[in-house]
């Protein structure tokens, strides 16, 4: 079984810092792309990152580039964001999410359960 | 970078009707077309991928159609259990996009 275990929720302050984690289980997570989406209370979904299997190439979306950075651990099977100079904005669920396939890197076929960033003074 | 529409933001319908679903893209993305069911509370869960191809363990009452820049999902006798929001989401390049979703509810 396929278990996507995130870390737990954190409050920052505006301009803050935090690093969230995901640890993977039940899949070989070497072989995998691995995302991070994000979703505010009562909002729609936010596509975030994406590191390849190697962590060789790496994407963001443009609201997070240059504050975000996308890393994983294939010897520990865990997926981290670090996240910086944050504002209100980034308030939202953030969920670690596995790729379906080798090829379908941008389809995502089993999600954690989110772990809650507030930034709030 | 691409934009997806989806239409409508809502819609309530009865059990056993028939349910679709518009998602349009704003440049083509030939059948780089995912669909996901979020249920109230719950995590996002993919329904279909390829625009078309039903993922494993997904109700047969779930397709998908569409090519290129319009795209279709269809709940052909909607469920109680059915009542969720459904997004879209393009996948031909990152970065990924995702509609802004349609909340499906039971008249």
């Known amino acids: 079984e396929v278990l996507l275990v995130q870390s737990g929720g954190v409050v920052v302050q505006p301009g803050g810092s935090v690093r969230l984690s995901c640890e993977a289980s039940?899949?070989?997570?070497?072989?995998?792309?691995m995302h991070w989406v994000r979703q505010a209370p009562g909002k729609g979904l936010e596509w975030v990152a994406v590191?390849?299997?190697?962590?060789?190439?790496?994407f963001y979306a443009e609201s997070v580039r240059g504050r975000f950075t996308i890393s994983r651990d294939n010897t520990k099977n865990s997926l981290h964001l670090h996240m910086s100079s944050l504002t209100t904005e980034d308030t939202a669920f953030y969920y670690c999410?596995?790729?379906?396939?080798?090829?379908?890197?941008?389809?995502?076929?089993?999600w954690g359960l989110g772990t809650l960033v507030t930034v709030s003074s | 970078d691409i934009q997806m529409t989806q239409s409508p933001s809502s819609l309530s319908a009865s059990v056993g009707d028939r349910v679709t679903i518009a998602c349009r893209a704003s440049?083509?993305?030939?059948?780089?077309l995912a669909w996901y069911q979020q249920k109230p509370g719950r995590v996002p869960n993919l329904l279909i991928y390829?625009?078309?191809t039903l993922q494993s363990g997904v109700p047969s009452r779930f397709s998908g159609s569409g090519f290129g820049t319009d795209f279709t999902l269809t709940i052909s006798s909607l469920q109680p259990e059915d009542v969720a929001t459904y997004y879209c989401?393009?996948?031909?390049?990152?970065?990924?996009?995702f509609g802004q979703g349609t909340k499906v509810e039971i008249k």
């Open positions: 039940g899949f070989n997570f070497a072989d995998y792309s």
């Open positions: 390829a625009a078309s």
């Open positions: 989401q393009k996948y031909n390049s990152a970065p990924v996009a």
């Open positions: 440049q083509g993305i030939s059948n780089y």
């Open positions: 590191t390849n299997w190697d962590a060789s190439s790496t």
């Open positions: 999410a596995k790729s379906a396939t080798h090829v379908q890197w941008l389809v995502l076929d089993h």
